[in-house]
T-cell receptor, first 116, second 111 residues
Framework: EPEVTQTPSHQVTQMGQEVILRCVPI?????FYWYRQILGQKVEFLVS????????KSEIFDDQFSVERPDGSNFTLKIRSTKLEDSAMYFC??????????????FGPGTRLTVL | GESVGLHLPTLSVQEGDNSIINCAYS??????FIWYKQESGKGPQFIID?????DKRQGQRVTVLLNKTVKHLSLQIAATQPGDSAVYFC??????????FGPGTRLSVLP
């Protein structure tokens, strides 16, 4: 069964450093997302991406964040200058064509980001 | 603003019993809802979804009920098994591409 994959599973970085979180969405999906989940809290939407551009972003997704689809398979989230409060689990998700029952988002296993 | 699922209760059920997990949402314009299961250390896993033009949908051992009048969503799990132990949360969508998630309910299945 196709699945969303994410690397690395755990990233430790120093405050102020740049990190890139990587995702490989399901191959025939067209919509891509990043979410984060701070430990013990609910999942929060960061950004959605379609047709090679951001379609929607939350207030969390400030100028420190960027997303890119550098090739036909990868989808990345970059945090330019990490802060302590960026420590969280980051989930990538993808979904298909948006037909009636195809709105399901499939989540990757997540990358745990720890900022020291 | 939108909000989904204002509480994080814990539900304990005996193995074999039925479970009912509830979710309240506040955006009456939301038209699509999903229930997710999240096991410790893993990403959310899709369970079942429902559109606002329906009030009930059944899957394998799971049923989702939608009451738009009171903006309430429930997930029923039949014959709960130990493998069902996880955090369950609902998410709503309003004709857009992003979802608003609730904080979740922890389901604990007792032997």
């Amino acid at each position: 069964e196709p699945e969303v994959t994410q690397t690395p599973s755990h990233q430790v970085t120093q405050m102020g450093q740049e990190v890139i979180l990587r995702c490989v969405p399901i191959s025939n999906h067209l919509y891509f997302y990043w979410y984060r989940q701070i430990l013990g809290q609910k999942v929060e939407f960061l950004v959605s991406f379609y047709n090679n551009e951001i379609s929607e972003k939350s207030e969390i997704f400030d100028d420190q964040f960027s997303v890119e689809r550098p090739d036909g398979s990868n989808f990345t989230l970059k945090i330019r200058s990490t802060k302590l409060e960026d420590s969280a689990m980051y989930f990538c998700a993808s979904r298909g064509t948006g037909t009636l029952w195809a709105d399901t988002q499939y989540f990757g296993p997540g990358t745990r980001l720890t900022v020291l | 603003g939108e909000s989904v699922g204002l509480h994080l209760p814990t539900l304990s059920v005996q193995e074999g019993d039925n479970s009912i997990i509830n979710c309240a949402y506040s955006n009456s314009a939301s038209d699509y809802f999903i229930w997710y299961k999240q096991e410790s250390g893993k990403g959310p896993q899709f369970i079942i979804d429902i559109r606002s033009n329906m009030d009930k949908r059944q899957g394998q051992r799971v049923t989702v009920l939608l009451n738009k009048t009171v903006k309430h969503l429930s997930l029923q799990i039949a014959a709960t098994q130990p493998g069902d132990s996880a955090v369950y949360f609902c998410a709503e969508n309003n004709y857009g591409q992003n979802f608003v998630f609730g904080p979740g309910t922890r389901l604990s299945v007792l032997p």
